[in-house]
């Protein structure tokens, strides 16, 4: 009786790669299997690599100089800067001015290390300015789209890694403060992940994310309130539980807030990630996404708390 399908026999062996036929059971003929990845198709061994690589370098510069932290500031948003608008020119034809964006956004990083929220602030304006400036050497053609372009890249960006500067400028606890805010985003990230793969039911967003659960959003909430409570009484200097649970509550909902904000950006664009330089992760702007939103409202409620320091 002839094979209709495409399979063969069970009882013939199967044909090995030079077209010869293989032993049943030989592990030799079989295929090697596969690389061990995790949902949403990303090699899960670089990403993990590649997450506890900059883990490390974070710590090293953090607890060290806290200038060289600043240097690692910087180098993140003139890469996620030229990422962002690699891409804004790539998909949409958009020309958006990467040279006035790189060194404004310098300028306000040191600008709100040195100077505090009003440096920050005051670097933006100028960087504003010079984006229409700049952009006057082109044709003027789109020069709205490309100008507008220009000052969202501006403002999501380096004004928004600013605050990172301003919780390291604390004269007592400025690296503490740092740390805190990269775990509660890490950990929110995480309890959402872990929640929303184990119980994830019903979509949170799903014309923007489909991943993303309402469970995991609980998983974030919860394990960021248990973190902050954690981090405010032994990291940071006169904190209490009781801000850490409202801090990680904050920094939970941002972060969620921010990872979707990108998600909806890339779908605009028609793309995954907004680069490849890290291995199972993208881009720096894919790791950017739930950090710049959180850390200005975890500034503020940590001045609010404890003071500017």
């Known amino acids: 009786m002839p094979i209709v399908s495409g399979d063969a026999p069970a009882d013939e062996p199967s044909p090995g790669p030079s077209g010869e036929p293989g032993v049943p059971g030989d592990a030799s003929s079989a295929p090697p299997p596969p690389p061990k990845r995790r949902r949403g198709g990303r090699d899960l061994g670089a990403a993990i690599g590649v997450g506890l690589g900059l883990g490390a370098i974070v710590l090293a510069t953090l607890f060290v100089v806290k200038v060289l932290f600043l240097g690692v500031i ?13 891409r804004l020119t790539e998909c949409r ?37 010079a984006v229409p400036v700049w952009r006057l050497t082109g044709p003027a053609e789109d020069y709205l789209r490309d100008v507008t372009a220009g000052v969202f890249a501006a403002f999501y960006v380096p004004f928004l890694a600013s605050f990172v500067a301003l919780m390291l400028a604390a004269d007592d606890d400025g690296p503490q403060r740092v740390l ?8 929110s990230d995480t309890g959402a992940y872990a929640v929303g793969y184990k119980f994830g039911r019903h979509k949170l967003a799903p014309r923007i994310s489909p991943g993303k659960t309402r469970e995991g959003l609980g998983g974030a909430l919860a394990f960021a309130m248990a973190a902050g ?48 330089l890290l291995p199972g992760h ?8 739930s950090l710049l939103p959180t850390a200005p409202v975890v500034w503020l409620l940590m001045v609010i708390f404890v003071g500017a320091g």
């Open 93 to 129: 034809g958009i020309r958006t001015p990467l040279v006035p964006l790189v060194l404004g956004g310098v300028a306000m990083v040191i600008a709100g290390y040195a100077r505090g929220a009003e440096g920050a602030g005051a670097a933006l304006a100028l960087t504003a300015l």
């Open 229 to 276: 409570a954690v981090c405010m009484e032994l990291l940071v200097d006169d904190g209490r539980w009781w801000q850490g649970l409202l801090l990680g509550a904050a920094a939970a909902a941002s972060a969620t807030l921010g990872d979707l904000a990108e998600s909806m950006i890339k779908r605009d664009l028609g793309i995954k990630d907004m680069g490849t």
């Open 74 to 86: 910087v180098v993140a948003v003139a890469v996620g800067l030229w990422e962002l608008t690699s």
């Open 282 to 289: 993208g881009g720096i702007m894919d790791r950017l996404d």
């Open 180 to 187: 805190t805010f990269l775990i509660l985003t890490v950990i």
